[in-house]
């Protein structure tokens, strides 16, 4: 079982900026893919964010150029931090882990952190 541990996450005003944290941990699992999906109220989830172990990285359309990615492979590690953010922002961000483990592929989600854009 891989768990998910999240940090960060918070209150700030139009075009601020945070910073959110997630660290994956467990015994004999790899990593292929680790990134954060955000559901705003009413909304279904979306992808914000992911990275790969091999650098390859995706972003929604709504937040290029404003979020960055980074993974650390070492600590199986991913931050995402958001730049000039928007009310559109709000949501519950979840962190994501795909990869393996024993033999067989797996995903795993973290409980979610409230981000909410408001002046």
């Known amino acids: 079982q891989v768990q998910l541990v999240e940090s960060g996450g918070g209150l700030v005003q139009p075009g601020g900026f945070l910073s959110l944290s997630c660290t994956a941990s467990g015994s004999s699992f790899r990593v292929n893919t680790l990134g954060w999906y955000r559901q705003a109220p009413g909304k279904q989830r979306e992808l914000a964010a992911t990275v790969t172990t091999g650098g390859r990285k995706n972003f929604a359309d709504s937040v290029k150029g404003r979020f960055t990615i980074c993974g650390d492979n070492t600590k199986n590690i991913v931050q995402l931090q958001m730049n000039s953010q928007k009310a559109e922002d709000t949501a519950v961000y979840s962190c994501?882990?795909?990869?393996?483990?024993?033999?067989?592929?797996?995903?795993?989600w973290g409980q979610g952190t409230q981000v909410t854009i408001s002046s």
């Open positions: 994501c882990a795909d990869g393996w483990i024993y033999n067989s592929d797996y995903r795993s």
